[in-house]
């Protein structure tokens, strides 16, 4: 096999495949966020031994996806189709496709190498795909034409769109228990929230339009501060991810609790502390999140509260106090 020390090499083999059991056809949310995969698979050759030619990494980078139907050979997919080589969070098959194992894309000597590519779309529609890459020479060579001919299908579906009705909102009686400052003794009560889907499981969740702690850590994450009246409420709302503690609370009057304990739920929290209320003030924030179920489906919500400001709410619009 020629080395890489070699600058001249000539595809041989070109094609592109899908990872379903036809290889050639695929289905995806067009979400922007689900992806599927597309298998470039390449040989190349010295064209002067007509050996087998082993493609350095930074030549596989250069394999492009192109629009298979485009009237201009090798156009590069762009605009609602899009590709990347690195993999999200997200699920890559949908509950009706039945995936092959993906393919071993370590290189033993002669084999075809192999690049993975990530795709997603925002249109609903089915997309013809192909792959190019340039030779050393200059030349294009690409899989919409006749020497190199080889395509797939990817199918974009209309993604699912979560309201509130597909929302579950639980609330728990988490803990309880006081503590002492050198002023006051506290009381403190924590309820957890736990936001899950009656589709698919949530994922991931974004958050805007928070406390960010810069004027007290221990209200980072915090929507809502009702304290003009006691008891004083502060309401949180979490990132996803493991179980975990965190320090809650203003100033001296803080403790540590638990969030996150069940899996593929959003966490919120309201701690209700009494026996003291140094601050009489109340202020929230916009609350805002959007919550991804596997597949990278959304919904945008708002954090809310009812007219005690006891207990929390979900929202579809900011919350007005």
């Not at 470039?40 to 031994?49: F, G, H, L, N």
């Not at 797939?152 to 006081?178: Q, S």
């Not at 929290?269 to 999140?289: C, D, I, L, Q, V």
Request: net charge negative; charged share 25%.
């Amino acid at each position: 096999m020629s080395s890489s020390s070699e600058i001249s090499w000539e595809v041989s083999f070109l094609q592109v495949q899908t990872s379903t059991a036809d290889a050639a056809t695929d289905t995806l949310y067009a979400n922007g966020h689900m992806q599927v995969p597309v298998i470039v698979t390449i040989k190349a050759i010295d064209p002067e031994s007509a050996t087998t030619y082993e493609l350095e990494d930074s030549d596989l980078e250069k394999i492009k996806l192109i629009d298979y139907d485009d009237e201009n050979p090798a156009t590069e997919i762009s605009g609602s189709w899009s590709y990347s080589a690195t993999e999200n969070e997200f699920e890559h098959a949908l509950p009706t496709s039945r995936k092959e194992p993906q393919p071993d894309l370590s290189l033993a000597d002669g084999d075809p190498q192999r690049k993975r590519y990530w795709v997603t779309t925002t249109k609903i529609e089915n997309k013809r795909i192909g792959a190019s890459i340039q030779q050393p020479d200059g030349t294009v060579v690409h899989t919409a034409s006749a020497a190199f001919d080889s395509k797939v299908t990817l199918r974009g579906i209309n993604p699912e769109t979560y309201t509130k009705d597909d929302l579950n909102l639980e609330r728990n009686d988490t803990a309880n228990g006081d503590f002492y400052s050198p002023n006051y003794h506290w009381y403190w009560d924590q309820d957890n929230y736990f936001l899950t889907s009656t589709k698919y499981e949530f994922r991931k969740v974004e958050l805007y339009s928070y406390d960010g702690g810069s004027s007290d850590p221990y209200l980072k994450y915090s929507t809502g501060f009702f304290s003009v009246h006691a008891p004083c409420n502060i309401f949180y709302y979490w990132p996803m991810g493991s179980q975990e503690t965190r320090t809650v609370g203003r100033g001296l009057m803080t403790t540590e609790i638990t969030i996150n304990q069940r899996l593929n739920a959003m966490c919120c929290t309201r701690m209700m502390f009494t026996g003291a209320n140094p601050w009489e003030e109340s202020h929230y924030w916009e609350g805002k999140f959007t919550i991804y179920d596997k597949f990278g489906n959304f919904g945008t919500f708002f954090m809310g509260y009812d007219e005690d400001r006891n207990q929390m709410q979900i929202l579809t619009k900011k919350y007005e106090g």
